[in-house]
């Protein structure tokens, strides 16, 4: 009897310690987001391109940065998610046969066909903004506050954040929107109207092209 009433002393010591309840620390965190546009660089094939005489290599990348407060509490502290800034880096280059010269017909064409291409990365990208603004806060509301007991044990919400499904989500719906429009510029037939250059005519009559 006496080993029992020590052991109910100790697990009900008024001394014993218990992990904060974080929960009233938790926020609606601010997203901002920042869209950074590369300017496109245009260059000459390094040899001779087989099947196409052009193509648009996108290079994007998303990256999300949170923001933690640390609020000291009983045993320790509260760190809770309180601002997330994003930022979209869009880079393109632009890749043309350098069988074609510069300001000629066929050149030409094919320039006009490549930029729409960056349009549409460009476009599609703002058009999204305050669908991904709006996904990532949503997504947001799921982290909730955790108790540390110092300061060097904060969590990196950062890395949580890149990794959750809600972002990989909003990728992939940009990517099908891309697809998409991109298929639209090379099925409008613009391989069609080069040959109608003279000169590329000529050249290139016996070779089987397309414009990517």
């Known amino acids: 009897m006496f080993k029992k ?5 100790f697990v009900f010591s008024p001394y014993m310690s218990f992990a904060y309840d974080c929960s009233k620390y938790k926020y609606n965190p601010d997203v901002d987001i920042k869209l950074n ?7 000459k094939s390094d040899k001779e391109m087989v ?11 998303y990256s999300a940065m949170a923001h933690t407060v640390i609020i000291p509490v009983h045993g320790g502290y509260c760190a809770s998610l309180r601002g997330i800034d994003i930022e979209i880096i869009e880079d393109f280059d632009v890749i043309i046969d350098k069988r074609l010269k510069e300001k000629s ?3 030409d064409i094919v320039y006009r066909h490549e930029q729409d291409h960056v349009n549409v990365y460009k476009n599609v990208i703002k058009s999204n903004l305050d669908k ?3 996904s990532v806060k949503d997504g947001a509301k799921d982290f909730k506050p955790i108790f540390i007991k110092s300061e060097k044990e904060v969590p990196d919400f950062s890395e949580k954040l890149n990794k959750s499904d809600f972002v990989e989500k909003i ?3 940009i990517v099908e929107e891309l697809t998409l429009e991109n298929k639209k510029i090379d099925e ?6 080069i040959w109608k250059c003279d000169d590329f005519y000529k050249k290139m009559k016996n070779s089987d092209i397309v414009i990517d």
């Not at 099947?51 to 990348?61: A, F, N, R």
């Open 37 to 43: 546009i590369k300017d496109v660089k245009t260059q």
């Open 5 to 9: 009433i020590i052991f109910l002393l």
């Open 105 to 107: 017909c066929a050149y």
């Open 171 to 173: 990728k992939s719906d």
């Open 132 to 134: 991904i603004k709006k």
């Open 188 to 193: 409008r037939g613009d391989s069609y109207h």
């Open 51 to 61: 099947g196409k005489l052009g193509y648009t290599e996108p290079k994007m990348s």
